[in-house]
């Protein structure tokens, strides 16, 4: 079929083209059978074959691995390729598929007594209120040297709990309340007690004690 025909005294022989075998040279030679596709499927064709790789793979032969790391998404760590993935291998304080979590959320305890809280990869830092310096913002400024821009941050025992254990271990146990005649009392045992101040007296979250009005 795919050659040249001699014929003898009944008989006959096909000398077959370059890629075709069989008595009559209708069979393709298939390549395939030596297993040239490492990381994958063969289809043969005349002469030659087709390697269709597994996902991860890559090369005439599917002996090329694709490197994922090309591509990788990993935001704070190493990425280590894997065949057709990656692994992101976090830095230290990060975790998370693509190392884009904050391991710990140290500021939900609110350890931040006048200012803001922010989670850092080795713990916390706090951005202090005006008037409030210290690791934590709990040391006031003397009033010779800054004004308070504004109020003091707020609490309750509901919304805006700060009995935190890191709180009570550091020995921050009151807090101003958003009514003035009253303030917030961190026990022991981390229960908030909302207390009121006598008649006609003030909290003072200077020096946490009830003054006259």
Not at 21 to 32: K, P, R, Y
Not at 59 to 76: A, K
Not at 156 to 170: F, G, I
Request: overall charge negative; aromatic content about 8%.
């Amino acid at each position: 079929m795919y050659g040249n025909c001699t014929s003898s005294l009944n008989r006959y022989t096909c000398h077959c083209n370059d890629g075709y075998t069989g008595t009559n040279c209708d069979d393709i030679i298939d390549l395939c059978m030596s297993n040239p596709c490492v990381n994958g499927g063969c289809r043969p064709f005349v002469n030659s074959y087709k390697c269709l790789c597994t996902p991860g793979w890559t090369g005439r032969s599917c002996e090329t691995n694709i490197d994922e790391c090309l591509f990788n998404r990993c935001v704070h760590g190493r990425c280590e390729d894997r065949i057709d993935a990656y692994l992101c291998v976090c830095d230290k304080g990060w975790s998370g598929a693509y190392c884009d979590c904050v391991e710990e959320d140290l500021c939900a305890l609110q350890p931040c007594r006048f200012g803001d809280c922010e989670n850092t990869p080795d713990g916390f830092t706090c951005r202090c209120e005006d008037g409030y310096v210290g690791e934590l913002c709990d040391t006031a400024v003397s009033t010779t040297m800054t004004t308070r821009a504004g109020p003091p941050r707020t609490y309750d025992c509901d919304q805006k709990n700060p009995c935190s254990a890191v709180n009570v271990a550091a020995g921050r146990l009151y807090f101003p309340h958003s009514d003035p005649t009253k303030y917030v009392h961190c026990m022991d045992t981390l229960e908030c007690i909302v207390t009121s101040c006598p008649v006609n007296h003030v909290w003072d979250y200077d020096d946490e004690i009830c003054v006259p009005a």
